[in-house]
């Protein structure tokens, strides 16, 4: 039983691990000069509107722009997401005996 307990901190700490490694992975979505950057856990952490979009655009397109952008660079955070943890659920089931 203690020893079960003990394998399921260490599990804790890997996915705490995992989590902050995925915090320092950037992915980019990009969408005619719209920049998305999105960390490893699928959070936005920065935007990119060149001036020149944002002058010679309206409204509409920029948000569209953005949209896309977005998107992409969120796919691409679920990707890494996934296999990171895939990657880590290899090795949690061999350490339960699975």
């Known amino acids: 039983m203690f020893d079960k307990m003990k394998q399921l901190q260490q599990m804790k700490e890997q996915m705490d691990d995992a989590k902050e490694r995925l915090n320092h992975i950037s992915v980019k979505g990009e969408c005619q000069g719209v920049t998305v950057v999105a960390n490893g856990n699928k959070k936005i952490i920065e935007v990119i509107i060149p001036t020149e979009t944002y002058e010679n655009s309206d409204h509409e397109e920029v948000a569209e722009l ?5 998107n992409k660079a969120i796919e691409s955070a679920e990707g ?19």
């Open 80 to 98: 890494v997401f996934e296999s990171e943890m895939r990657g880590m659920a290899g090795g949690l089931m061999g350490g339960l005996g699975f």
């Open 66 to 70: 953005l949209v896309i952008a977005t």
